[in-house]
C-alpha cells in the first residue's frame, strides 16, 4: 500500500480547499452554530445528527407499536389517552381500524429504513469508517451532509404523512400494489401513500449518496499500512453493507417509481383486471407480483443491510471486552462476502405463496438456507472468541452478548421460512413476526446499542451513567424474549399478522389474555427505551467525563485520537498501521493490547 | 391536563433513576473504581446466569402454556406430511438453539474478568472452522430434501379426479363458485361484475356459466377423502386463502389465476369431537392484509361426507336463476351430480 498515504494526504489537501467551513486538519477556528452543528461537513458530526434522528424515529415507531399493542392485548377497552395523541384516530380511546393499519405501516416503515438502516448504518459508517481506516474524513463531505440532508428531507416528508387528513400510508411496510395503488382501495393509499412514496425517493438518494461515499472512503483514504485484511470487521461490515446498500436501494426507486406512475399518471404496471369501488379500472396487463420481485430484490439485501454493521460491531465490542483477538478473522471476512452474494439471490423467499412456479422456489429454497451456513460460521466464532476471555460486563458488551443470543434465536426460525414446504403454512402469520422482529428487530437494535454504548466515549468525551444501563439491558433483553418468544407458537397455530381484532375467529380467539401478557411486557420495555434515550441525552452534557483517550485498552485507531477530536481528527500526522487490530496479547510492558500503530517488534510474526 | 401531568411524572421517575444512576457511580470512584468494577462484574455474571434460568424456566412454562392451545392434528395428508417435517426442523434448531444459548451463557460466567488472568491468544484454527462449516451445510442440505420433497408433494399437479371449485377474494369476503352440472365453470370477466346481480361477472354467453353455483353462505363445502383442487383469484387487491387446518395457503392476485389442492380427510363433525369443540370450524383466513377490514375476511369451509354433500348442493340454485328472473330457468330438476371425473378446467 505505498500510494496509500498520498492517496490521503492528496484528498485531504483537496477536501481541505473543497470545504466551505475553510479549515485544515487541525487548524482550529471557531465555527459558526450553523456550520458546526447544522450544515456541518465533519462525519463524527454527521453521525451524530443521524443518531439523534434516527433516536427521535425510533421513538415514535415505538410507540406505534405501544399504541396497536393496546389494540391487539385490549381489544374490549378503551384507553382514553390514545385520544390525545392520535385525535380523531383514536376517538374514544378506541383505534379505528383504518390507523390500526396505518401505525402498523408506519411502524415498520420508520424502524426499517430510517432507525435501522439510515439511523444505524448512517451513524457507525460516518463515525467509525474515517476513524477507523485513519482518514481525515469521508472521500465527500459535503456529499455526505448531502446524504444526511436527503435524508432529513425524506423525514420531514414522511412526517408529513402522517398528519394528512385521509392518514398515512396503511398498506403494510412493504406497500403491496393494487392495495396501495388505488385510492378507493384504503384511506391510506391517498395523499399519504403518495407522500410515502416520495419520501422513499428521496431515502433512497440519501443512501445512495452516503453508500458511495462509505465504499470509495474505504477503498481509497486508507492510512499507511492499513491494508484491507488489517482493518476492524466494523469496517468491512459496514463496507459491505454500502455495497448492498448502493446495488439494491436502485431496484427499490424503480419500483417505487413504477408505482407512482400507476398511481397517478394511468399506467398499468402493477394493474389487472381489478373491479374496486362499483367499477372496473381500465388496467390490463399488468402484474401485481412484478412489484414484489423489485420489492424484495431491495426488501431482503436490506434485511443484511441492518443485520450487517450490528454483527460488525459485535465482533469489536466481543472482542475488545472480552480481551482476546476475534476468533477467525478472515473465516468472519469470507462469511460476510458470503451474506452479501447470497443477500441478492434469495428475495423470492418472501413469494412461495404468491403462485410463482414451484421449481424457481426449490432454487430459492436453497440458496436460502444456504445463508445459514456463513452464518453458523459467525456464531460459532463470537463463541469462539469469548472462550477464555477476561469477559469485562460493560454495557456495550452485555449488548453484544444479547445480539449472539437473540441472532442465533431469531435465526434458526430463518431455518423454518426459508424451506418453502414449511412457510405454506407459516407465510404471514406470527411465527413471521416473531423471527424477524428478534432477529433483524430486537438483535439489530442490540448491535446498534453495542456500539452506542462503546463509542459514545469517542463521540461526546463522556460515558454514558452504567447503573441505568444495566437496568436497560436486562429489562430489553428478558422482555425481547417475553415479547416474542410465545408469538412463535400464536404463528404455528396460523395466526395471521396484520390482524385488528381476533375476537371472531374461532381458531384465534382463545389467544386473547396471551396478546394482551405480550402487550404489557411491550409496553414496560418501552417506557424503558426511553430510559436510554433519557440516559444518553443527560450523558451527553453531565455523563461522567472520559479521561484517558482509550478508555476501553482497545486497539483500533480511533483510540489514537484526543479525546474529543476536531474536524480532520489527528493533531498532527496520521498514525501508521503496523497489524492487525485484534491483537490483544501481552505487549510486555503489562497491557494486554497492542494498538495497531505499534510497530511489530523483533522476530514477532504479524497476523 | 393529564397528559402533561402523566408526562411530568414520567420524567421526574426518569429524574430520579438518573439521579440513583449518578449516585452509584460517585459512589463507584469513592470507593475504588477497580474493586468496585470488579464486585459489578461478578453480579453482572451471576445476573446473566439467572437470566438464562429464567428463560429455560419461561421456555417451558410457554410449552406448558400453548399446549393443546395450538392447531388440531393435520386435516389432509400434505397437512401431516408437513407436521412431521415441522417436528423434524424443530428438534434440529432446538438442539442447535439449546446447545449454542447454554455455551453463551456458560462462557460468559466461566471467563468472566478476573484479576492477572492472561487470556489464550487464539486467533484461528482451519480445522474446527472446517468443522462448524460441514455440519450445518450438512443439516441444511438435509432439511433442504425433505422440505423440496414435500414442496413438490404440495405443489404437485392436482389429481385428474379432484372437484374443481373457484374461490374469489374481494374486499372484505370471500365468493365460492362451483361449476354446476356440466362440471366446467363458465367464462368471467371483470368488466361484467355487477355487485347487485353478478358479483363475478359471469359471462352469460357463456352456456357453460348457466348452471354455475355461487355458494349464498359463503361456505366452501368439500366432501371428505375426495381432492378439491381451488381456482384462487381476485376482485380488487391480493388477498391470500390461509387453511390453518390444512397447513396450506395461496395468494389471491387479481389478473392471475393460482390454485392449490388438497384431499380433506376429517369431516368438521368429527373434528369437533377431536377437538372437543362444539363450535368448531375449518376457517379460512386472509393473510395478505387487504384493506380496513383485512382482520374480519373470514370464510368457513365444511368438511362433509358425500351424502350430506348432495343434499347441500340440492339446495343450491344456480347464480344465473337466482338473478335473472324473467330468462329461461337453467334445468336444474334432477339433483346435480357434482363428483365428477372429468378434468374440470376454467375457460
Not at chain 1, 438518494?205 to 491494508?227: A, F
Not at chain 1, 452474494?341 to 444456504?370: D, E, K, N, Q, R
Amino acid at each position: 500500500m505505498n500510494h496509500a498515504e498520498t492517496i490521503t494526504q492528496g484528498t485531504h489537501v483537496a477536501h481541505g480547499h473543497d470545504a466551505a467551513s475553510g479549515h485544515h486538519g487541525h487548524e482550529h477556528h471557531e465555527q459558526h452554530f450553523i456550520w458546526k452543528y447544522i450544515f456541518s461537513q465533519d462525519h463524527k458530526m454527521i453521525s451524530k445528527q443521524f443518531l439523534i434522528t434516527g433516536m427521535i424515529w425510533a421513538v415514535i415507531g415505538a410507540l406505534f407499536s405501544v399504541f396497536f399493542r393496546l389494540q391487539l392485548g385490549f381489544p374490549d377497552s378503551t384507553f382514553p389517552i390514545m385520544e390525545k395523541f392520535l385525535g380523531e384516530w383514536a376517538k374514544g380511546g378506541k383505534l379505528t381500524p383504518e390507523f390500526y393499519y396505518a401505525l402498523v405501516t408506519m411502524h415498520g416503515t420508520i424502524l426499517v429504513f430510517f432507525v435501522l438502516t439510515a439511523g444505524l448504518s448512517g451513524t457507525f459508517a460516518n463515525l467509525l469508517i474515517p476513524l477507523q481506516i485513519g482518514a481525515r474524513d469521508m472521500a465527500s463531505p459535503f456529499m455526505n451532509m448531502l446524504s444526511y440532508w436527503f435524508f432529513f428531507l425524506a423525514s420531514v416528508i414522511m412526517m408529513i404523512s402522517l398528519f394528512v387528513e385521509t392518514g398515512p400510508a396503511s398498506g403494510g411496510w412493504t406497500t403491496y400494489p393494487p392495495l396501495s395503488a388505488l385510492k378507493e382501495a384504503s384511506l391510506g393509499s391517498g395523499v399519504g401513500m403518495d407522500l410515502w412514496l416520495l419520501g422513499m425517493a428521496m431515502f433512497v438518494v440519501s443512501s445512495l449518496l452516503g453508500g458511495l461515499n462509505y465504499i470509495s472512503t474505504v477503498l481509497n483514504m486508507r492510512t499507511k499500512g492499513m491494508t484491507m485484511t488489517r482493518m476492524p470487521l466494523t469496517i468491512w461490515a459496514l463496507f459491505f453493507t454500502a455495497v448492498l446498500g448502493v446495488l439494491s436501494f436502485p431496484v427499490l426507486f424503480s419500483g417505487v417509481l413504477l408505482l407512482i406512475f400507476d398511481r397517478n399518471l394511468g399506467t398499468s404496471f402493477y394493474l389487472s383486471e381489478i373491479f374496486i369501488g362499483g367499477k372496473a379500472l381500465p388496467h390490463i396487463g399488468g402484474s401485481a407480483i412484478l412489484y414484489q420481485h423489485l420489492f424484495w430484490f431491495l426488501g431482503h439485501p436490506e434485511v443484511y443491510i441492518i443485520m450487517l454493521p450490528g454483527m460488525g460491531m459485535a465482533s469489536e465490542v466481543l472482542s475488545t471486552h472480552s480481551r482476546k483477538p476475534i476468533f477467525g478473522y478472515f473465516a468472519m471476512i469470507i462469511s460476510l462476502v458470503g451474506i452479501t452474494l447470497l443477500a441478492f439471490l434469495v428475495w423470492a423467499h418472501h413469494m412461495f405463496v404468491t403462485g410463482m412456479s414451484p421449481f424457481l422456489g426449490s432454487i430459492f429454497v436453497l440458496l436460502t438456507l444456504l445463508i445459514a451456513v456463513p452464518s453458523a460460521v459467525k456464531v460459532f466464532n463470537w463463541l469462539t472468541t469469548i472462550w477464555r476471555g477476561n469477559i469485562k460486563f460493560t454495557p456495550a458488551m452485555l449488548f453484544a452478548l444479547g445480539f449472539v443470543s437473540l441472532f442465533i434465536s431469531g435465526g434458526l426460525t430463518g431455518i423454518f421460512l426459508g424451506n418453502s414446504a414449511l412457510d405454506i403454512h407459516l407465510h404471514d402469520t406470527y411465527f413471521v413476526v416473531a423471527h424477524f422482529h428478534i432477529v433483524m428487530g430486537v438483535s439489530a437494535f442490540f448491535g446498534m446499542f453495542a456500539g452506542v454504548y462503546h463509542w459514545f466515549p469517542k463521540m461526546f468525551g463522556r460515558f454514558m451513567n452504567n447503573s441505568i444501563a444495566y437496568i436497560h439491558f436486562f429489562v430489553t433483553f428478558i422482555g425481547a424474549y417475553l415479547i416474542f418468544w410465545p408469538m412463535h407458537y400464536e404463528g404455528i397455530a396460523g395466526m395471521p399478522r396484520r390482524y385488528y381484532d381476533y375476537s371472531a375467529w374461532e381458531s384465534f380467539k382463545h389467544f386473547q389474555s396471551i396478546n394482551g401478557f405480550i402487550s404489557i411486557v411491550a409496553t414496560i420495555v418501552f417506557f424503558v427505551q426511553i430510559l436510554f434515550v433519557f440516559n444518553f441525552i443527560i450523558s451527553i452534557f453531565r455523563g461522567r467525563k472520559v479521561t484517558t483517550p482509550n478508555p476501553w485498552n482497545a486497539t483500533t485507531l480511533e483510540w489514537t485520537t484526543p479525546i474529543n477530536p476536531g474536524h480532520g481528527n489527528w493533531e498532527g500526522d496520521i498514525p501508521e498501521v503496523h497489524r492487525w487490530p485484534y491483537d490483544y496479547k501481552d505487549d510486555g510492558n503489562g497491557n494486554d493490547f497492542i494498538p495497531q500503530t505499534t510497530p511489530l517488534r523483533p522476530g514477532e510474526e504479524s497476523h | 391536563m393529564s397528559v402533561f401531568l402523566i408526562t411530568t411524572l414520567i420524567v421526574l421517575v426518569f429524574v430520579i433513576i438518573y439521579q440513583i444512576g449518578k449516585a452509584s457511580e460517585y459512589a463507584t470512584v469513592l470507593r475504588g473504581e477497580e474493586k468496585v468494577m470488579a464486585q459489578t462484574n461478578r453480579t453482572i455474571g451471576w445476573l446473566l446466569l439467572a437470566t438464562f434460568v429464567f428463560l429455560m424456566w419461561g421456555i417451558w412454562e410457554c410449552n406448558e402454556y400453548f399446549k393443546g392451545a395450538l392447531l388440531p392434528v393435520a386435516a389432509c395428508k400434505t397437512g401431516q406430511n408437513y407436521d412431521s417435517m415441522f417436528n423434524v426442523t424443530v428438534m434440529v434448531t432446538g438442539i442447535v438453539f439449546f446447545a449454542t444459548q447454554a455455551v453463551l451463557f456458560w462462557f460468559c460466567f466461566k471467563y468472566q474478568a478476573k484479576d492477572k488472568v492472561s487470556t489464550y491468544f487464539f486467533a484461528h484454527n482451519n480445522k474446527l472452522e472446517l468443522i462448524w462449516t460441514t455440519i450445518p451445510a450438512i443439516a441444511m442440505a438435509i432439511l433442504v430434501a425433505i422440505g423440496l420433497r414435500n414442496w413438490y408433494e404440495v405443489t404437485s399437479p392436482a389429481p385428474m379426479d379432484a372437484t374443481v371449485v373457484e374461490i374469489v377474494g374481494k374486499q372484505f369476503n370471500w365468493l365460492v363458485r362451483y361449476p354446476g352440472q356440466d362440471k366446467e365453470l363458465g367464462k368471467r370477466d371483470f368488466r361484467k361484475i355487477n355487485d347487485a346481480n353478478n358479483v363475478l361477472g359471469l359471462d352469460w354467453t357463456d352456456p357453460h356459466n348457466s348452471d354455475d353455483i355461487i355458494s349464498q353462505s359463503g361456505e366452501l363445502h368439500v366432501v371428505v377423502n375426495k381432492p378439491v383442487k381451488l381456482l384462487i383469484g381476485s376482485r380488487d387487491v391480493i388477498h391470500d386463502v390461509g387453511l390453518p387446518h390444512f397447513r396450506i395457503k395461496m395468494d389471491a392476485v387479481p389478473g392471475i389465476t393460482t390454485t392449490l389442492w388438497f384431499t380433506p380427510t376429517i369431516t368438521s363433525d368429527s373434528m369437533k369431537s377431536i377437538t372437543k369443540n362444539p363450535n368448531f370450524v375449518y376457517e379460512i383466513a386472509c393473510d395478505q392484509l387487504c384493506g380496513k377490514g383485512h382482520y374480519s375476511m373470514r370464510g368457513t369451509i365444511i368438511v362433509e361426507s358425500q351424502a350430506d354433500y348432495d343434499k347441500w348442493m340440492a339446495k343450491q340454485t344456480s347464480y344465473y336463476s337466482a338473478n335473472n328472473p324473467a330468462a329461461t330457468p337453467a334445468p336444474a330438476a334432477e339433483p346435480v351430480k357434482t363428483d365428477s371425473v372429468k378434468v374440470v378446467t376454467m375457460k
